[in-house]
């Protein structure tokens, strides 16, 4: 039986590496590592600054975004892209104003932008067999066009970040120090969310709108317990993504599995796995003798 397993998978594997000559299996890898690029620098600043839930709210309700956009007969993309910006620029000023209530807020956004991208979407005329792909991802679907979008969105990540890095650096870690040292951090605030925006919008293709928090928090997450600085942080965060999204889409292809949910139950896994590590570490240096 595990011959014959392992034959299937072998087989499998054989026809996926046939496969890469395809456009669509090309335009997957390369989504894959544009994708994995912006979720682990902006999923970084996502996790330090303690805003998942935030970014999580953005993401589902850029539902509404999307539509708008097929009640109004135009791109989803553009509608998702619209709609999460003005979304991340209402949470950013109620967050900054009252933190204390701003899960609240965050959470009826949220219920608002889904239900509004319900609603619409029944008012739409005639049925949209492509909206799953934007609840769950299609990376097996990715155009050229959206290849553009994603390195464009990556471009403007890197250079936003590289540029104001030290200030990113300041606001993560000491909010009121920043301030103190003149640091705008009220408008760096703004430009993460801008930026979660376009990512959330980027990573639809790939993951969806129910899925994207994971790949936006996960690889962070771990990165986080193996870095020494903010920068080795990310370029660990992007490695890991990349990693579970080539894996999810490995294992996609080897099992008939849908893409997107895949990529997020390898970084699951992988999630899991960190946290036994940690637990047995911490048992193992609680149990080592303390030296003379």
């Given at each position: 039986?595990?011959?014959?397993?392992?034959?299937?998978?072998?087989?499998?594997?054989?026809?996926?590496?046939?496969?890469?000559?395809?456009?669509?299996?090309?335009?997957?890898?390369?989504?894959?590592?544009?994708?994995?690029?912006?979720?682990?620098?902006?999923?970084?600043?996502?996790?330090?600054?303690?805003?998942?839930?935030?970014?999580?709210?953005?993401?589902?309700?850029?539902?509404?975004?999307?539509?708008?956009?097929?009640?109004?007969?135009?791109?989803?993309?553009?509608?998702?892209?619209?709609?999460?910006?003005?979304?991340?620029a209402i949470m950013a000023i109620v967050t900054l104003k009252n933190k204390q209530r701003a899960d609240t807020v965050v959470g009826v956004l949220w219920a608002v932008g889904m239900a509004m991208g319900i609603i619409l979407i029944d008012l739409s005329p005639g049925y949209n067999v492509d909206l799953m792909?934007?609840?769950?991802?299609?990376?097996?679907?990715?155009?050229?066009?959206?290849?553009?979008?994603?390195?464009?969105?990556?471009?403007?990540?890197?250079?936003?970040?590289?540029?104001?890095?030290?200030?990113?650096?300041?606001?993560?870690f000491d909010e009121e120090f920043a301030q103190a040292a003149g640091v705008p951090v009220r408008a760096l605030y703004f430009t993460l969310l801008a930026m979660t925006a376009f990512v959330v919008v980027m990573v639809i293709r790939v993951v969806g709108l129910i899925l994207v928090i994971a790949l936006l928090s996960i690889p962070p997450y771990i990165a986080e317990r193996y870095s020494e600085s903010l920068r080795s942080m990310m370029v660990f965060s992007v490695i890991l993504s990349l990693l579970f999204t080539l894996l999810?889409?490995?294992?996609?292809?080897?099992?008939?599995?849908?893409?997107?949910?895949?990529?997020?139950?390898?970084?699951a896994a992988f999630?899991?796995?960190?946290?036994?590590?940690?637990?047995?570490?911490?048992?193992?240096?609680?149990?080592?003798?303390s030296p003379v």
């Open positions: 039986m595990a011959c014959l397993i392992g034959s299937c998978a072998s087989t499998r594997t054989i026809e996926m590496l046939e496969a890469l000559q395809f456009e669509f299996m090309q335009n997957a890898l390369l989504a894959g590592v544009l994708t994995s690029v912006a979720c682990g620098i902006i999923g970084t600043l996502v996790v330090v600054n303690r805003i998942v839930f935030i970014s999580g709210g953005v993401a589902h309700a850029a539902y509404g975004g999307v539509g708008l956009a097929f009640f109004l007969g135009i791109s989803p993309l553009m509608g998702a892209t619209g709609f999460s910006l003005l979304i991340s792909s934007y609840l769950f991802g299609s990376i097996l679907a990715v155009p050229r066009s959206d290849l553009v979008m994603m390195f464009a969105v990556d471009l403007i990540v890197l250079l936003v970040v590289t540029r104001y890095y030290n200030s990113f650096l300041a606001m993560s999810g889409l490995w294992f996609s292809y080897l099992f008939n599995l849908t893409s997107g949910a895949t990529i997020i139950m390898v970084a999630f899991f796995i960190s946290l036994v590590v940690d637990r047995v570490r911490a048992r193992l240096s609680r149990s080592s003798p």
